[in-house]
């Protein structure tokens, strides 16, 4: 099983931007859709993104246009950009790995990011 490790979080103002970072390890890392997920004090947790092997990506309709997913396979890591953030991006951003064979899913332990003037 995949383990999951973020980065890059923190406090920004809105308008600005920030790039969060999660590094898997354990597996091979095409096997795995990833994916950005999120959770808002008191609300449930979100898609935010998901990226295939292939590179095939879908959004969450509230960052459609202001964020983008990548991967990098050389160094296990799928990255989120985030743009034009705004207070209600405020959340922990969960990073996610599925296995393509086995359904298996993993999750990392969560980065913050505070959208906030």
């Known amino acids: 099983q995949v383990q999951l490790v973020e980065s890059g979080g923190g406090s920004v103002q809105p308008g600005e931007s920030l790039r969060i970072s999660c590094t898997a390890s354990?597996?091979?890392?095409?096997?795995?859709?990833m994916g950005w997920y999120r959770q808002a004090p008191g609300k449930e947790r979100e898609l935010v993104a998901r990226i295939s092997d292939g590179g095939s990506t879908n959004y969450g309709d509230s960052v459609k246009g202001r964020f983008t997913i990548s991967r990098d396979h050389a160094r296990h890591t799928v990255y989120l950009q985030m743009n034009s953030l705004k207070p209600e991006d405020t959340a922990v951003y969960y990073c996610?790995?599925?296995?393509?064979?086995?359904?298996?899913?993993?999750w990392g332990q969560g980065t913050q990011v505070t959208v906030s003037s």
């Open positions: 354990g597996d091979i890392f095409s096997l795995y859709i």
């Open positions: 996610h790995a599925e296995n393509l064979r086995t359904r298996v899913e993993s």
